[in-house]
């Protein structure tokens, strides 16, 4: 319980630092953290702690190289919980649909502190972009819809760049065969298990964002297996 408390604490302190990593936290940055929070159905005392957490990232005295080695520590081998973490700071920095060069730089720190490479970072956040860019489309519910509602060239466009972020989503190439889609589908999955992700020590309170991640790779491999045509 303790290690979960800490957990959350520096996800949350940790994101109001990449909010502030630009100079000045936005009002899609604030709001990001807001959705997270009500994402998390935070009790009144919970979340006073999340926004104390944010406000500590933003100071200038943060000390975000302690913070991180504490995360990592805490987690242990569990590469899940340090991955999801890592993400949950990419999607903190698109809350405003780009990513300033301060954000990346933190960003970095981030995910060399938890001991990922340059290059796992960089696959990341191609992924996240793509999810950024699928969740402004509505996922494959979104897609069915515009493609009802529409004709022509512009709902060719619109299928073709809703088909391509979901390919980015799962991170395989738009001509990968079945098995290959099907392996990386299961992976992501696998790593972004709910209850999975709770048993390895992920605070309960943050179940239901590895849930909505979780259905939000469902949605890009069922848009892709619709195109592809296989089951």
């Known amino acids: 319980a303790e ?9 949350y302190a940790v994101m109001g630092h990449v909010a502030k990593a630009k100079g000045q936290v ?3 940055e604030i709001q990001l953290a807001t959705v997270m929070m009500d994402r998390m159905n935070l009790s009144p005392e919970q979340k006073k ?7 500590q990232g933003k100071e200038s005295g943060f000390p975000l190289h302690d913070t991180l080695r504490k995360v990592r520590f805490s987690a ?16 903190a920095a698109f809350a405003d649909g780009e990513l300033h060069p301060s954000e990346i730089q933190v960003l ?15 696959q990341r956040l191609r992924m996240q972009e793509a999810a950024f ?9 979104g897609y069915q819809q515009q493609g009802q509602q529409s004709g022509g060239q512009w709902q060719q466009q619109t299928s073709a760049s809703q088909l391509n972020d979901a390919y980015d989503l799962l991170g395989v190439d738009k ?16 790593e972004h298990h709910p209850d999975k992700l709770v048993a390895k020590g992920l605070p309960t309170e943050m179940m239901e964002v590895a849930k909505q991640k979780a259905q939000e790779i469902q949605s890009a491999y069922d848009l892709i297996k619709k195109e592809k045509g296989f089951k």
């Open 3 to 11: 290690r979960q408390t800490e957990f959350f604490q520096a996800a």
């Open 108 to 122: 970095q720190t981030v995910a060399q502190e938890l001991g990922f490479t340059a290059q796992y970072l960089q």
């Open 26 to 28: 936005t009002q899609q």
């Open 49 to 55: 702690i999340a926004q104390e957490a944010f406000r």
């Open 133 to 141: 860019r699928f969740q402004q489309g509505g996922g494959f519910g």
């Open 76 to 91: 242990g081998r569990r590469r899940d919980l340090l991955q999801f973490f890592l993400e949950l700071q990419i999607s």
């Open 175 to 190: 001509d990968a065969d079945a098995k290959t889609i099907k392996r990386a589908h299961r992976k992501l999955m696998n």
